[in-house]
């Protein structure tokens, strides 16, 4: 038997105002009470696999070897599947739902190396309906997984090359501009853009920022402190990316940014201006949202 997975690292979109992730936890704890649940995050925004998929991507890289319970599942009750993916690098599998909310995650952590469809109703909780799979599907199997068991006797083999992937958006040059997109705001108000720090090393300081139809500029600074009283900045982030912050202040609730949203960085128009404060702008509005780049649970290694 392989060794324990003892650790169940567990995100979802269940958030705390029901009894979901405390009746998912104590059907972990029923199947295998010696196993250490870590929740990860439950305030993912109902059905927002996009967003989850990204919580995954930034949490990965630390999150300690074992299982990784990931339940964001809008299809729940439908033809989608259920699956356990192993990542050998990380030396987890990652049990959810195949609806790309898995993919990012485990491309970060070394790529697939086997994955199964979680159909063996052993390990499945009886059901008086399909809509808890987190209850009746996927906390079985998690729990079983740290117990021991192995993979494929949780089901059906699964080529990880079917499985289906997770989309993130490109930055896309425009002249000596950079259109972004908002990935995420944090609880602080901090916007992180899908920009790495050298696509805007040549830029100027401060760097001019368009949105919706205002232009504000933005100096770079090391840390929050460092960022003038009543202006925004941009600041590389925890997970090395660029986010539009404020020091003390929410620059989401400031700058009226949410995720998805489009940035544009650098040149400004020519009937633009910029300064500290907001600035209305009769501006051409800046380009539509970039493209996407297709996250792949990459396969290493024998599929089974």
Known sequence: MPEPLDTI????????????VGVVRSVIRTIAPRTTVIDLCHGIAPHDVRAGSLALARAVQYLAP??????????????RRAVAVEAGEHGSVFVGPDNGLLASG????????????????????PSPGPTFAG???????????????????????????????????????DGHRLVAEVLWVDRFGNVQLNVDPDEIEAFPDPVPLSFHTSVRSAPRARAYGDIPTGAIGLVVDA???VSVCADRRSAADELGLGVG?????????????????AAASTATPSP?????????????????
């Open 239 to 241: 997970y090395g990316l």
């Open 106 to 125: 485990v491309a970060l952590a070394g790529g697939a190396t086997r994955a199964v469809a979680l159909t063996d109703e052993r390990f499945h909780l």
């Open 9 to 20: 690292s567990f995100l979802s979109d269940y958030g705390t105002g029901d009894e979901f």
């Open 261 to 277: 949203d489009g940035v544009t960085l650098g040149d400004v128009p020519a009937d633009g201006r910029h300064g500290d404060g």
């Open 135 to 173: 209850r009746d599907v996927f906390a079985p199997a998690a729990a079983h997984l740290s117990n021991g068991q192995a993979l494929e006797d949780l089901g059906e083999p699964v080529d990880p090359a079917t499985l289906l992937p997770g989309v993130l958006p490109l930055t896309r040059a």
């Open 288 to 304: 539509g949202p970039p493209s996407t780049l297709t996250i792949r649970p990459a396969t290493e290694g024998p599929t089974s």
């Open 66 to 79: 074992g299982v990784v319970l990931a339940v964001v599942d809008p299809g729940v009750g439908t033809s």
